[in-house]
């Protein structure tokens, strides 16, 4: 069975510094990944997606990703953080041409400082 | 908002009940996610329905079940309650069952405790 491992469990910036989150995936076959982040109390929210092509993906919000095939991994970028993007940030995992459910790492909460 | 709805937001009960928490699709979608997240197991795919019908089961218990109506709401239904359900329960939907191209959409959750 597929997993996802998000190695960072909670990360502390000072505004305008660089953010990277790290998202690594198991299976050898073709997949789809994904973002999620979820603020306080809110639902999840789609902050990116790959499907297939640019390997390097932006979202909203100013974050990007690049997929990596060759190290499974789907890291989450963002030059310059702000106090609003704390939140609990989710890397998922949907094998292609399975019954799409999602696989998600364990999250990673990040916290801002102002 | 992402269009899709659940309803009670917070449930309280006691164990050994029965609760049932419910999920309407965005617009126009046929497929419907349901998601349990706990500090302990975090994130994990409970069950798909698409038009109706159950497509895929993740780490779903026996005491749990669910159904899609023919309005496209769905509900699941959660029986003998122990203090380990405890949790954050999402439900998702997307347009079709195969696309790959199509993203979930995930509602605010109902937040169950079991006293």
């Known amino acids: 069975a597929q997993s996802v491992s998000q190695h960072n469990h909670h990360v502390i910036l000072s505004e305008a510094a660089s953010l990277e989150l790290g998202c690594n995936y198991s299976?050898?076959?073709?997949?789809?990944l994904f973002w999620y982040v979820q603020y306080p109390g809110q639902h999840l929210q789609l902050l990116l997606k790959?499907?297939?092509?640019?390997?390097l993906v932006k979202g909203i919000k100013g974050f990007e990703a690049e997929f990596i095939k060759s190290k499974f991994s789907f890291n989450l970028r963002k030059p310059s953080v702000q106090w609003s993007d704390t939140a609990e940030y989710f890397c998922?995992?949907?094998?292609?041409?399975?019954?799409?459910?999602?696989?998600f790492g364990s999250g990673t909460q990040l916290t801002v400082l102002p | 908002d992402s269009g899709v709805t659940q309803t009670p937001k917070h449930l309280i009960t006691a164990t050994g009940q029965r609760v049932t928490l419910r999920c309407s699709p965005r617009?126009?979608?046929?497929?419907v996610y349901w998601y349990q997240q706990s500090l302990d197991q975090g994130l994990q795919f409970l069950i798909q329905?698409?038009?109706?019908?159950?497509?895929a089961k993740g780490n779903i218990l026996e005491r749990f079940s669910a159904q899609q109506f023919p309005d496209l709401h769905s509900e699941l239904n959660l029986s003998s309650l122990e203090l380990g359900d405890s949790a954050l329960y999402f439900c998702?939907?997307?347009?079709?069952?195969?696309?790959?191209?199509?993203?979930?959409?995930f509602g605010p959750g109902t937040r169950l405790t079991v006293l």
């Open positions: 998702a939907s997307s347009p079709r069952l195969m696309s790959s191209t199509d993203t979930q959409y």
């Open positions: 790959y499907f297939s092509g640019d390997p």
């Open positions: 998922a995992v949907m094998i292609s041409g399975s019954a799409r459910q999602l696989t």
């Open positions: 299976y050898g076959g073709t997949v789809n």
């Open positions: 617009s126009g979608d046929l497929s």
């Open positions: 329905y698409y038009n109706g019908e159950e497509r």
